[in-house]
């Protein structure tokens, strides 16, 4: 059974850094492309990085500067750093893995930023 387990979330006031790890279970990691998502109360879903199975990254452009995406696949975990930390990056952080028509999904860690 495939499982995706976010960690790291809290509250951190604004300009602060976070690091959120997604450590993932029965699936072969190294095959997959692993994404963070984040949803905001009464918003929809949306991408933040992505980190192909070969190490490619790729961010939404909101991010982009001050997220890191990077995976460790002797754990079969990927992280995402988060500095300079804005009120409107608070959300739901979603873990998710993919590969071809195959996709699993994390229960998902709050982080809120606020003074």
């Known amino acids: 059974q495939v499982h995706l387990v976010e960690s790291g979330g809290g509250l951190v006031q604004p300009g602060g850094s976070l690091r959120l790890s997604c450590a993932a279970s029965?699936?072969?990691?190294?095959?997959?492309?692993m994404d963070w998502y984040r949803q905001a109360p009464g918003q929809q879903r949306e991408f933040v990085a992505r980190?192909?199975?070969?190490?490619?990254?790729s961010y939404a452009d909101s991010v982009k500067g001050r997220f890191t995406i990077s995976r460790d696949n002797a754990k079969t975990t990927v992280y995402l750093q988060m500095n300079l930390l804005k009120p409107q990056d608070t959300a739901v952080y979603y873990c998710?893995?993919?590969?071809?028509?195959?996709?699993?999904w994390g229960q998902g860690t709050q982080v809120t930023v606020s003074s």
């Open positions: 980190i192909s199975s070969l190490g490619t990254t």
């Open positions: 998710h893995a993919d590969r071809q028509w195959i996709d699993y």
């Open positions: 029965g699936l072969l990691f190294t095959s997959f492309h």
